[in-house]
């Protein structure tokens, strides 16, 4: 079983957490009540509850709110709801398909390509993606004692060609504002540094997040804040998270998008064109289409190769250049994405 409860909220918070934190706190998580507050019947899904055992459900109320009730099909919903295929072990389907384990070079401190790293500051997240290629990650063993960064930051600071830090997860804004700015802070104050670039799904899955505490500080400092949201349908982007993606281009901050190709979900060529155009509209660029990564449990997402490039010909020929998200896989060892369109380059 996979526990990953975000460190320093528990299930009942008190008043004076923050909004974000308290709706963080009162997120669904069991399965049968998913159903039910969406007028479905629990035993409607075979298997349901050995894949919750495996990867524990969590939906907030402001994502179920975008959920269509009474639809088994919806595609918000299927992002959530556990499914007994998950307990299905498939050929090539592993713990680690990107190889984050064997490039840690320091608790919590992942380097593969050049000029960038990645730091993996929390194994929490505010949903618990079906498709998640972390789901097996163990967070325990591979992350720092609390908030000790010192090895991380040394080999950073030890390295002039790295100029971009990535904080990655789980979800880095399911940690605290003050814990963040500590941490950005402490980064802008290597001189290489240029770029800060967080990637998360928080803003369109609880809105609630983006609130000033959270702007004041993405809003300012040395480094460019850069936010990759990870937003696969286009009603993600509906209210309340319109909202606060606008608040977020307000304050400057610059907001890509890296949608997962998904099987049921988002592979249809009206999609992901809908996820383009209204992400735009927001002020989210198109960044990846991503392949899935081939996690234990998440074979039923799986879109081929094939699919995936018709799909992006499609989109090629229906959007402007600036709305076609690039198609890439992540292959372990490679020294940057693999870009799937007709002659391979890397990305
Ligand atoms: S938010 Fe990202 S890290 Fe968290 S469960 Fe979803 S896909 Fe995985």
Redesign the pocket.
């Known amino acids: 079983m996979i526990t990953?409860e975000p460190r320093g909220t528990q299930p009942s918070a008190p008043r004076s957490t923050p909004v974000w934190q308290q709706a963080l706190a009162g997120a669904i998580r069991d399965p049968d009540t998913l159903l039910q507050r969406l007028g479905l019947a629990p035993d409607a899904i075979p298997g349901m509850q050995a894949a919750h055992q495996l990867f524990r459900t969590?939906v907030p109320e402001s994502y179920l709110a975008r959920m269509r009730p009474g639809d088994a099909h919806d595609p918000l919903l299927l992002?959530a709801l556990p499914r007994g295929e998950e307990t299905h072990e498939q050929p090539g389907f592993t713990s680690d398909p990107v190889g984050d384990h064997d490039a840690l070079v320091a608790p919590g401190l992942v380097h593969k390509y050049h000029g960038r790293v990645l730091l993996l500051t929390t194994g929490?997240?505010?949903?618990?993606?079906r498709?998640?290629?972390?789901?097996e990650f163990d967070y325990a063993d591979h992350s720092p004692a609390r908030d000790d960064w010192n090895a991380a930051l040394a080999y950073i600071a030890g390295r002039p060609e790295i100029h971009e830090v990535i904080l990655?997860?789980?979800?880095p804004l399911a940690l605290s504002d003050q814990r963040l700015a500590r941490l950005a802070e402490r980064l802008a104050d290597i001189p290489q540094l240029q770029r800060l670039r967080i990637?998360?799904?928080?803003p369109v899955?609880l809105p609630e997040r983006v609130d000033a505490d959270l702007l004041g500080w993405l809003g300012q400092g040395r480094l460019q804040h850069i936010l990759v949201l990870?937003a696969n349908h286009p009603r993600e982007f509906a209210a309340p998270a319109d909202q606060a993606l606008r608040r977020l281009a307000e304050a400057g901050v610059t907001l890509l998008n890296q949608a997962?190709l998904l099987a049921g979900i988002n592979d249809d060529i009206d999609t992901l064109a809908a996820l383009q155009e209204t992400g735009f509209r927001l002020g989210v660029l198109p960044y990846y289409l991503h392949q899935l990564d081939r996690t234990r449990g998440t074979a039923h997402f799986e879109v081929s190769t094939d699919r995936a490039r018709e799909l992006y010909r499609a989109l090629h020929a229906r959007l402007p250049g600036y709305l076609v998200p690039r198609l890439a896989r992540e292959i372990p060892g490679e020294p940057g994405k693999t870009l799937l369109t007709s002659s391979p380059s890397r990305a």
């Open positions: 990953r969590r992002q929490a997240c505010a949903i618990h993606c498709y998640c290629f972390r789901r990655s997860g789980g979800d990637h998360t799904r928080l899955i990870h997962v």
